[in-house]
Structure formats: structure tokens, C-alpha cells
């Protein structure tokens, strides 16, 4: 896995999990791999490790079961609520880079309208 030298290793993991969440890939209630597995998986330090799942227990979208392990939350308002805050954030990077660009928030949704359209006649 190549990681951003520039972002810490745990913010990296714990939004690629978030995303794994928030696309139902991990589905509410499932069990997380444990720590040192993690660590394997993502080629990361145990530590790291367990300051991800900190982390996202900190935020309610996993819980930590003593001798259980770590299951994503069954909680459907969380998980929306933080996909909401994940798109949220990338419209604004989005938005961020087409402003950079000398583009307006208009050619954006323009750009955003074609691409889809593109999309879609592929299909």
C-alpha cells in the first residue's frame, strides 16, 4: 500500500475503513479484523493499529467488545451521518481545486453534469 508521506498512516486507514463503511462493503455489525491483523493487512505497526480503531470508536462508527474484538457500528444514522460528512468534504476539495483553477462553482456542476452524462452512455 502506498501511503501519503504527507498525512499520518492512522488518518489514512481509518478514512479508507470510514469509506469501506460508508459504502456498505462493511456492513453494520460486522467484525473488524483485530489489531494485529489490521496491522498486516494495511502493512502497518500494531500501534497504529489500535490508534485507528481508537479513533473510530471516538467516533461512533465502531465499538470495541472486551475478548469480542471491534464491530462496525449497527447504528444506520451514524453511518449516514458520516457519509454525509465524506461527500460533504470531497465536494469541497472538489470545489477547492475548480476555484484554483480560475473555474467558477458553475463550471464545476457543468463538468460534474458531463461526466455523468458520459458515464451513463456508456451503459
Known amino acids: ?24 462493503t462493511l456492513s453494520p455489525g460486522s467484525k ?20 485507528v480503531y481508537q479513533e473510530l470508536e471516538r467516533e461512533g462508527i465502531c465499538t470495541t467488545k472486551r475478548g469480542m474484538g471491534t464491530f462496525v457500528t449497527q447504528d444506520e444514522n451514524k453511518i449516514k451521518e458520516v457519509r454525509t460528512q465524506m461527500a460533504g468534504d470531497a465536494a469541497r476539495a472538489y470545489l477547492a481545486e475548480i476555484h484554483g483553477l480560475g473555474l467558477r462553482t458553475e463550471d464545476a456542476i457543468r463538468m460534474l453534469e458531463t461526466a455523468e452524462g458520459g458515464k451513463d452512455a456508456e451503459k
Do not use: K
Not at 473488524?32 to 490508534?51: C, F, H, M, S, V
Open 1 to 24: 500500500m502506498d501511503y501519503n508521506p504527507t498525512i499520518p498512516i492512522w488518518v489514512q486507514v481509518s478514512t479508507m475503513l470510514r469509506r469501506q463503511i460508508c459504502a456498505g
Open 32 to 51: 473488524l479484523p483485530g489489531g494485529r491483523d489490521l496491522a498486516a493487512e494495511y502493512g502497518i505497526n500494531p500501534n497504529t493499529a489500535a490508534r
